[in-house]
């Protein structure tokens, strides 16, 4: 939203093409209209979020429909008497073309922080990351939000004590912004890079290193979060680039649990195959019984041998401004009965009904 009305007025265009800034917010935030599939269940949304709706191929149809549902708002306000004409041009073209660059915006933020986008789906399931930038980035917040929220604070001040407002000064603040947004992931690439060359020299416990993630941290450049996969085991912790060192206190080495036939069982259902396909550092593990993993929970006699098998992804077990990592986001559980079929299944803390 913030990037598509900087856009917007970076350029200057909501002098220049009518319903500009507002089809730009719109356009950058529509491919999150995948949120719909929430209405399936967690599993569901988990499954197809950032699939379709970020593809390259459905941008020019995005574009087309907002472009086409402001074609219709302005025909039906020229069937109204207006109090007063509006002098600012419609170029339907030309709105479309911003509709497409507000919607290209959304698809390469979402490139640079280590969840990723799939711009090829449903054909290519294939994730793509840019791991430059965590998911909420204050600095950007800050960076975009305060280009929109001066002018207005300047415009204010400006009219208390009577002076003239520069007309570009909106503009101008905009277009810093994006700059500066620039230059943030052009930094980051720079300190990722060095990052992870220092980072795959260090000394690691397990054994050489099969490969490696880094995952920013919001604000500080030089702080990642490792997760580095041996044979044997994931080793994680926090690296600092401008020491070369990890953070002692947050080394942690986690082996590779086995591979029971419940996790068998859960890797191969709906579950696991959604599951599996997004994550980078999977860990699967057979936690044991419900009735030991959740004491707290009433369940029915049947259900407490069934075993629960957890699922993990590492790169996002770290604990973020002050908020605890000790239970990774995004976790997920199979309940397997005895016969190795799976009969409940948990995303986080909300139950997705089986098909």
């Known amino acids: 939203m913030l990037t598509g009305a900087c856009l917007s007025r970076a350029l200057g265009l909501p002098a220049k093409v009518r319903y500009a800034t507002v089809a730009c917010v719109i356009a950058a935030e529509i491919p999150d209209a995948d949120y719909v599939y929430r209405l399936g269940g967690p599993l569901v949304y988990f499954q197809h979020h950032r699939g ?45 073309g911003l509709c497409l660059v507000a919607l290209l915006s959304h698809l390469l933020l979402d490139w640079t922080n280590n969840y990723g986008v799939r711009p090829f789906a ?5 994730w793509y990351y840019g791991d430059l930038i965590f998911i909420v980035e204050p600095l950007l ?31 101008g603040l905009a277009a810093t912004a994006l700059i500066l947004m620039t230059a943030l992931w052009g930094y980051r690439y720079m300190q990722r890079s060095d990052a992870k060359t220092q980072a795959r020299n260090q000394d ?20 990642w979060f490792v997760v580095a996969e041996t044979s044997s085991a994931m080793e994680l912790g926090r690296f600092d680039n401008h020491t070369g060192t990890y953070d002692t206190d947050t080394i942690r080495t986690l082996s590779k649990p086995p591979v029971t036939p419940a996790v068998v069982a859960a890797k191969q259902s709906w579950l696991g195959r959604v ?14 019984t419900a009735e030991q993993v959740h004491p707290e929970m009433d369940l029915e006699p049947q259900e407490r041998s069934w075993h629960v098998v957890r699922f993990t992804d590492l790169r996002f077990g770290y604990p973020v401004l002050g908020m605890s990592g000790s239970t990774a986001p995004l976790g997920a559980e199979a309940w397997v009965d005895g016969t190795q079929h799976v009969q409940r299944l948990f995303l986080g803390k909300t139950e997705q009904k089986l098909p």
């Open 141 to 171: 917040l800050l960076f975009l939000g305060g280009a929109l929220i001066l002018p207005m604070l300047l415009s204010l001040i400006n009219g208390e004590i009577g002076a003239k407002k520069p007309r570009s000064a909106g503009q």
């Open 52 to 96: 379709w709706t970020h593809a390259l191929w459905s941008l020019p149809l995005q574009a087309a429909v907002i472009t086409a549902a402001f074609y219709f708002v302005h025909r039906m306000q020229k069937q109204r008497p207006q109090r007063r004409s509006i002098d600012i041009p419609t170029n339907w073209p030309l709105l479309f």
């Open 204 to 223: 690691y416990q397990s054994g050489p290193v099969w490969r490696m993630g880094l995952n920013p941290y919001p604000i500080n450049p030089f702080r």
């Open 275 to 288: 599951y599996l396909d997004w994550a980078r550092f999977p860990m699967v593990e057979d936690r044991g």
């Open 122 to 126: 449903p054909w290519n399931p294939r």
